[in-house]
């Protein structure tokens, strides 16, 4: 009798320690995604931003030369968009905090749509395989 109840332990015991580390490997499996999904994400961001900023730097450029011809002189031209430069400096620095927030909120809203898919995607997944079972 009591060897059967230690087998019986033993074998709980084990099956407790593969649990645990199944639990273990799926974790670091899961902090691995999230790290590559939003890795993924800020280099995307980045070279998105990067395209945006020489667009609107060439865009600025033209802006210039144009009031440049409009004005007479190329330096009056390219005075003008600086001081439009700094409008725009100004309003971004003192609107810091709704800038970070919206910030913080694209980045927040981008990993919990991230989220929402996987769950769907699980969803399926977990009625597809009751659906098999039956």
């Known amino acids: 009798m009591e060897k059967e109840s230690e087998k019986i332990l033993t074998n709980f015991r084990e099956r407790i320690i593969s649990l645990a580390g199944l639990k273990f490997a799926l974790l670091k499996l899961n902090a691995c995604e999230r790290a590559a999904k939003i890795s993924a994400a800020l280099a995307h961001s980045i070279l998105v931003l990067v395209l945006g900023l020489f667009a609107i730097l060439f865009i600025f450029f033209a802006l210039g030369f144009f009031l440049s011809e409009l004005t007479g002189r190329l330096s009056l031209g390219f005075l003008i968009v600086s001081l439009i430069y700094l409008i725009i400096l100004f309003i ?37 395989i009751h659906e098999a079972e039956k």
Do not use: C, M
């Open 92 to 128: 971004v620095y003192y609107r810091k905090k709704q800038v970070r927030l919206a910030i913080a909120n694209l980045i927040v809203g981008s990993i919990l749509d991230e989220d929402e898919e996987e769950k769907t995607k699980e969803e399926k997944l977990k009625q597809a």
